[in-house]
């Protein structure tokens, strides 16, 4: 069954946050908000960090800000209102508490843990899910039997800091050991992923994906399109690495930009970061920034090792 219009059983802490322009969001909700340190997300949420909208898949539990106590949809606001959106229409988000989701399981321990399961604003479903820390918006606060599927059960929020990084997301996502980005032979059009940084050799690469390690035992060369590819001088685009369950593989950025003067951070700007269809079954390792015609070198190519998206390069970091 669709959320119910008073899904809140004990609130503790609530914020105000603007909604995205034009998305409908249904009281009880479990919304999201897009952050800068986290390019993906104003791909997938919000091109403009601090603005919300429901969730609509699993991964995007790290971006989780809590649930909607509101309504936001153009019979409410209004055409013009509902499609420009600003502080003055944001909607109050519970941060903690207890509230009640609509669950899939028909049985349920206390303490269990809970994530996304489907379903749009409105009429979202979640499921209980012990494996992946990193996914859970919740946990179950008292223990039920005898269940309707898609009955609403009570659940204790438990979310990630507010536009921060999730840590229990990052430590179940992230390189465990080597997948060392380099420049690849003839250093124009491609990149070596896996190989020692002190050798040619081969070198055993570890991840962890999902909360599930995995191991691609062997190097491998990556085509990028190359600097030349640019079309312009003096312009500046990015490529991400990513790894997945047995592979690598490389990933376009959301643009370019033109007319740089020289190779420094002047004038790029976290969208044009965002990876385009980076997905919840692979994990970014390398950041590549193409400039100009220019070959690709080490100092252009950014391991990410941390639990932000964006490396610590001048004002990208975190």
């Not at 008292?142 to 990084?165: C, H, I, M, R």
């Not at 951070?265 to 385009?276: C, F, I, R, W, Y």
């Amino acid at each position: 069954m669709p959320q119910e219009a008073e899904n809140y059983v004990k609130t503790s802490d609530a914020v105000h946050l603007i909604p995205t322009a034009s998305v409908d969001i249904l009281p009880g909700d479990v919304v999201m908000m897009s952050a800068r340190n986290a390019p993906a997300s104003l791909v997938y949420v919000h091109a403009t960090p601090g603005r919300i909208r429901p969730m609509s898949a699993a991964y995007h539990a790290k971006w989780v800000v809590g649930v909607l106590d509101g309504r936001f949809t153009s019979a409410v606001y209004g055409a013009t209102d509902y499609a420009a959106p600003t502080q003055q229409h944001a909607q109050r988000v519970i941060r903690e508490g207890i509230v009640r989701l609509a669950l899939t399981n028909t049985a349920g321990q206390a303490g269990s843990l809970v994530r996304y399961s489907s379903g749009a604003a409105g009429a979202q479903l979640f499921v209980i899910d012990n494996r992946r820390p990193g996914w859970a918006i919740g946990r179950i606060a008292k223990t039920f039997s005898g269940a309707t599927a898609n009955d609403p059960q009570y659940v204790e929020l438990a979310l990630p800091p507010l536009g921060g990084p999730s840590l229990l997301y990052f430590l179940e996502n992230r390189v465990l050991h080597g997948c060392f980005v380099k420049a690849g032979p003839g250093n124009l059009s491609n990149v070596a992923v896996g190989h020692s940084t002190t050798s040619s050799k081969d070198m055993i690469n570890l991840m962890v994906i999902q909360n599930q390690a995995f191991s691609v035992p062997d190097d491998a060369t990556l085509a990028f399109g190359g600097n030349a590819t640019l079309g312009a001088t003096s312009t500046v685009a990015f490529k991400w690495v990513v790894g997945r369950s047995g592979t690598f593989a490389v990933r376009s950025a959301s643009g370019t930009k033109a007319a740089l003067a020289s190779f420094t951070n002047s004038g790029v700007t976290a969208a044009l970061l965002a990876p385009v269809t980076m997905t919840a079954a692979e994990i970014p390792i390398a950041l590549l920034i193409r400039f100009s015609a220019g070959a690709m070198t080490i100092a252009k190519i950014k391991q990410i090792r941390g639990p932000g998206i964006v490396p610590r390069v001048g004002v990208w970091g975190i």
